[in-house]
């Protein structure tokens, strides 16, 4: 069923603020979760919204914490997010950073104990909107096999990365496993198989199950380059946040631990670089007039399908599954 | 042939220093490229360095320019690199960075007007070495064609990430492409076919023939998410460095022009992290030990294998090829 998003995102609204969410905290939590259903990521959209509010009820997540930071050096902060809704605390750190951006150009933080950050193309893009250049990476429960192995021993561990480009900017949100597990679940609820190369079974052999897959380890993206990618952010994020390595991870999935798990954002300034952003435009527009393989499918830049995507289910409304649909309406009645 | 690295570091150093290059950046010079041999990487050796002769002979490279640093901002070096040697420039910028990173825990440099750089993962071994993480990226000539398009509109932007881990660190170095320019130069000079996927011809047709590849472009790696990871890197370097973009690039393979690509650089001081780097290494070796696809081949982490080839060609001695090593002794004799 198609609905409107203004509705979709009060309806998760006042279910947070049932929970002891401040308004701007709910409205910021909500925002998030519409926007990865406009851009066409449901996994990390509505059908997230009953795990968060289990975990709220059982004090798993504090609705209302907003993290507290310590700069261990002057452009070094190190946040405690003190289970805080992952967003909440994300735009927190942001926040604390900008403060000193002016001075410094760049600045890090480092954040442990906030809940799941969810999409994180909505900071990297909040950033370049702002102007600045941002680049985030978060770690999660241990789903994908190193290059050569057949075990789960890395996060999907994602990498966002925002570029001021005019109305346009560059948005790269990508997760370093082949697939999400989002999708091997959707395989799995309609019986489909799932392409060969991207997963294998508990006991470490490939498959085409996707039933197999969920109890096996997705394959990390572009081989031995993607695992390497996958696990520098496994060690970036746990070396400087102080977090658990994927093996040991929980709470983003399950409403039964704390979220161990940990968050890395960079900020940086352009404005204090000799470069400027005008040449960046031009350059984005000749990749987009270059050659394609396909002359129907013009060459695009990361962020141009999530634009169109949005602009597209904003217009039609949001296509909710109705059992979610029901779930929610049943949260809302209770 | 088979020759030892000590008597070919030195005749590095003599053809660098009859160039005026002063002996601490001859040794630096001649080092990268005697590292990149050892580890197994000649694309990076002294194969580049009848070229690098060349430019500095035509004035296109300095031998004596280290670069001068101006900090934009407190953490944010701009670098001119004065047509300076690669490795030179990029070392005298950490050196720069160190003396604030103490304060600061974080420092980024953008390079423009330096030669090339060379092999990433020497850089980012070093930093790792002190203690520090750090992050290496890098442009180049046209040389990749976008996902989806089929010109050659970016550079093969490599990306290198050193993390301290005991006497094991971690070192990612790796090119955005699915393969080297020189790994298909070496299929044309042997007449071999290369790997369906790899590439395209002049017109933009999939092609197995590396002769029209190298009139064509090389896919990046990983498909979508490899391209999105190669266009951030194009867009970063240039956006703080002020340097061109790859369309427009020259001076790492030629000696006709000045080296105009960027080179971006970020160190991170662990000192000032929340976590440790303890429990790092311990991971690393949970991942070496965890089961392999085939029982012969373990798990390896970024780094083990350069490591490994480094030991076994310092023993046996690098192997060079006749024509290069006549090359140079001819260089030696001018």
Chains 1, 2 share one sequence.
Do not use: C
């Not at 075990?151 to 790269?172: K, Q, W, Y």
Request: without cysteine.
């Amino acid at each position: 069923m198609k609905l409107q998003p203004t509705g979709l995102r009060e309806l998760a609204v006042t279910l947070l603020e049932r929970r002891n969410a401040p308004t701007e905290s709910a409205r910021l939590q909500a925002d998030l979760l519409i926007e990865a259903e406009l851009r066409g990521l449901p996994s990390h959209g509505l059908q997230r919204l009953p795990l968060i509010l289990s975990r709220l009820d059982k004090g798993l997540a504090d609705a209302r914490a907003r993290g507290s930071g310590i700069w261990r050096r002057q452009a070094f902060l190190s946040m405690d997010g003190e289970r805080g809704l992952g967003p909440v605390v994300v735009l927190n750190a942001m926040r604390i950073m900008r403060s000193i951006l002016g001075e410094t150009g760049i600045a890090v933080a480092a954040i442990r104990n906030a809940n799941h950050i969810g999409m994180l193309a909505y900071y990297a893009e909040a950033a370049a909107r702002d102007g600045l250049i941002g680049i985030v990476m978060s770690t999660s429960e241990a789903l994908v096999h190193p290059f050569g192995g057949t075990e789960a021993m890395l996060g999907t561990n994602p990498l966002a990365i925002g570029i001021p480009s005019g109305d346009r900017p560059f948005v790269l949100d990508l997760a370093t496993s082949v697939v999400s597990m989002g999708k091997i679940n959707n395989h799995a609820l309609r019986d489909m198989p799932i392409p060969e190369g991207w997963a294998v079974d508990g006991e470490g052999r490939p498959t085409t199950d996707p039933h197999a897959a969920k109890a096996g380890a997705i394959a990390p993206f572009g081989g031995a380059k993607g695992y390497g990618l996958g696990l520098a952010i496994e060690l970036l994020v746990a070396a400087l946040a102080g977090s658990d390595f994927a093996p040991d991870v929980h709470g983003t999935l399950d409403d039964t631990h704390p979220a161990n798990k940990g968050d890395l954002l960079v900020l940086i300034d352009p404005a204090g670089a000799s470069g400027t952003l005008g040449p960046l435009a031009a350059y984005l527009d000749r990749l987009r007039l270059s050659r394609p393989v396909n002359p129907a499918s013009p060459v695009t830049v990361p962020g141009d399908g999530a634009r169109a995507r949005r602009a597209a289910t904003a217009e039609a409304g949001i296509d909710l599954p109705q059992p979610l649909y029901e779930h929610l309406m049943a949260l809302e009645a209770a």
